[in-house]
């Protein structure tokens, strides 16, 4: 192939046009400079492997853009966090409807990777590329942990995927061909066989993690691993598992010979996530946890690690952190997350999240002798309860932003939830997310993008977790290992070490959390608390809707009501809810009346919260009912375990474009096949 690099990016994303149907291509090629290489010049050293796959990176981070990003955000519409506007594809039945085409069903990225295996394995192997082999190993690896999180990326959207190893020509026949999906647990053991290669190849600490690391890439392992063994568990005996009953796949001529042993390959998925989130979790030491819960003086910079490894500008030196992304003011590498923290940023933790956090003493709140404190305000609520609680999220008295003017030190509080404010500026829920957020003046400014912190992409505390739950539904039992682990994620979150005295007092009819159950069946208490740990772990990073779906926790929600903070007991006579009256002249009168607006003092104004007579805790979706399609909560369909194939990509591939029975590309379980059409279930 002849073609200069530019050349071959727009190639490239004609190429996957015809396989993915009109996807866009955003290739990152297009922001390097390599325009005048060609692929025969290209790839004969370390600098070309490093700025290749540097480019492809794609992970998740929070980005250089306004708002809170697409790691905190990713929690929102699930039990967890809430924002303004809620997802009526995801919990109106009907609203979610097939796409005509879809830039999530694209292959650019993993034809990307394919094109550097196809032009840097031969040279490689032949000793052809110069540089250090330690570097050119470790480049070569990365690029294998790259395709591996694009495949883990599409199965866990669509589930079956086609399995492309290589670069295509055009050609149509070829292309249709190569566009036959695989059962998603070949996809997933696929992915596997990525993320061993990239294992043997990848450096331990590389460039001070801010690259892709081994440790990184046996923690993805072992997520992948318990990802798939987990929705082959709990989704078993469904079209939604490969030779489930009505599985679309056995439709196809293609997979008349697929055979799955599912007890097997659960085994098999479970004893990876096992072995592989254990090599990182005995090497990695969790940062530890001070116990102190509010920054002291004008400049708070090491007041508490475990708080201050999610906003430091250097988390290279933290064990826990794994993988992490840089920004830096001097190359206008910013984001917004600490000014959208400090201002709501149309956000809020949920009431049963807030909830599910245990006492120190390891109680649940509804436990005889927990001491749980009640929840008139949010003070009252975090008193005596998991430090994470403590430290994750604000309350009245704790401090919101340090002045950096020395005759105002640490002046501003947050005093009282901003649940009336612009969207933009606005505590959705009234409990306002702490992680992530840095006292730094300078770092969490009244506005601008100018937040400089680095970003937490993997973290090893989730060796831990994952190896406890994936023991535990290997062996139905908490082995020692698991039982070293668990203890010390309680240790440093300032819980009571014995789970059993938790798992004891856990009555599943009090918990307000979905993952209690898992094909509309409540689990049992060691695996529900096993659950919680991770619930309340990862607040705010991205890991609660993939848990929820491999849970299979969703078939039972139906007309589910998100509530915040106790609003109607005391928090709406404070005084930062109300606005004093002036005379004529403009001087206070001493009167007030309420900023608050229920509907049923509609003629008021527009409410502007949910009315105290249908519950004492704010409802953020039952303030306004008018084309309000989740007013009376949230609905589940079956169907939108799964993603629909774009309609566009099922035509085009068909030999009779009017008939897509002819396509090679089966729809997923309970979507039809046509475009704007909603689930069938």
């Known amino acids: 192939m002849d073609y200069n690099i530019k050349k071959y990016t727009v190639i490239s994303c004609l190429l996957s046009a015809l396989v993915i149907m009109g996807s866009s291509c955003n290739d990152f090629l297009d922001r390097e400079p390599l325009d005048q290489v060609t692929p025969g010049v290209y790839f004969k050293n370390e600098a070309d492997l490093e700025a290749y796959t540097i480019g492809a990176y794609d992970f998740p981070s929070h980005g250089q853009t306004w708002g809170l990003g697409n790691i905190i955000t990713a929690d929102e519409n699930t039990d967890n966090m809430a924002t303004t506007t809620p997802s009526t594809s995801r919990w109106a039945k009907g609203q979610w409807r097939v796409p005509e085409s879809s830039s999530d069903y694209s292959f650019t990225k993993i034809r990307n990777a394919n094109f550097f295996f196809e032009q840097v394995l031969p040279k490689w192997k032949n000793g052809e590329i110069a540089g250090t ?243 008139k305000t949010i003070e009252e609520t975090k008193n005596n309860r998991d430090g ?56 969490s400014p009244v506005n601008g993008m100018n937040s400089s912190f680095g970003s937490i992409v993997f973290r090893g505390v989730e060796a831990y977790l994952n190896y406890i739950e994936a023991s535990y539904m290997k062996k139905k039992s908490i082995d020692g290992t698991a039982a070293f682990y668990w203890k010390e994620i309680r240790r440093r979150a300032n819980v009571d070490e014995d789970y059993s005295k938790t798992i004891a007092a856990t009555n599943l009819d009090k918990e307000n959390d979905w993952a209690k159950y898992s094909a509309g069946q409540l689990v049992d208490a060691t695996l529900y608390n096993i659950r919680r740990e991770r619930r309340n772990e990862f607040m705010g990073e991205a890991m609660r809707w993939d848990d929820l779906k491999r849970w299979r926790a969703l078939d039972q929600v139906n007309n589910y009501v998100i509530e915040g903070f106790n609003l109607w007991d005391q928090a709406f006579e404070n005084a930062h809810y109300k606005e004093e009256i002036l005379d004529p002249n403009g001087k206070p009168t001493g009167k007030f009346i309420d900023r608050l607006i229920e509907p049923d003092n509609a003629a008021s104004g527009t409410p502007n919260v949910s009315s105290r007579k249908v519950s004492k805790y704010l409802r953020p979706y039952q303030i306004i009912s008018t084309n309000n399609l989740v007013f009376n909560g949230y609905t589940w369909s079956r169907a939108n375990y799964l993603t629909p194939i774009p309609a566009y990509e099922i035509r085009i591939t068909a030999s009779n474009m009017d008939d897509a029975s002819t396509s090679p590309l089966y729809q997923n379980p309970y979507w039809p096949t046509k475009a704007n059409e909603s689930a069938l279930e």
Request: hydrophobic share 35%; with cysteine; net charge neutral.
């Open 388 to 443: 994470r609680l403590q430290l994750f999220v604000f309350g009245e008295k704790d401090r919101l932003l340090m002045t950096g003017d020395p005759t105002r030190p640490n002046s501003v509080f947050y005093n009282m939830p901003e649940i009336i404010n612009l969207i933009d500026q606005r505590d959705v829920t009234g409990y306002r997310m702490r992680k992530c957020y840095n006292y730094d003046p300078t770092q």
């Open 133 to 375: 082999p330690s570097k050119i190993d470790h480049y070569i690896g990365e690029m294998y942990m790259i395709r591996a999180w694009e495949y883990f990326l599409k199965l866990k959207i669509y589930g079956d995927f086609p399995i492309v190893k290589n670069t295509l020509k055009d050609n149509k026949d070829q292309l249709i061909e190569a566009s036959k999906r695989k059962p998603r647990n070949e996809v997933a053991r696929f992915i596997i066989q990525d993320l061993d290669s990239a294992i043997s190849l990848l450096s331990d600490n590389f460039k001070d993690k801010r690259r892709i690391t081994k440790n990184a890439a046996l923690l993805l392992k072992s997520r992948v691993a318990l990802y798939e063994a987990s929705w082959l568990t709990y989704h078993n005996g469904t079209a939604h598992v490969p030779g489930g009953p009505n599985w679309p796949g056995a439709q196809m001529d293609y997979n008349k010979g697929f055979t799955i042993n599912i007890d097997s390959e659960i085994d098999y998925f479970l004893t990876a996530a096992m072995d592989a989130s254990k090599a990182v979790a005995d090497n990695v030491q969790l940062t530890a946890n001070t116990g102190v819960y509010n920054p002291q003086g004008d400049n708070p910079a090491g007041w508490n690690p475990y708080f201050d490894m999610f906003s430091d500008t250097d988390m290279s030196k933290y064990s826990e952190v794994l993988f992490w992304r840089a920004f830096d003011k001097g190359l206008n590498l910013t984001h917004s997350v600490g000014v959208y923290i400090r201002g709501g940023g149309n956000n809020g933790v949920t009431k049963g999240f807030i909830d599910s956090y245990l006492m120190k003493n390891g109680l649940p709140i509804y436990a005889s002798g927990s001491g749980y404190s009640g929840d």
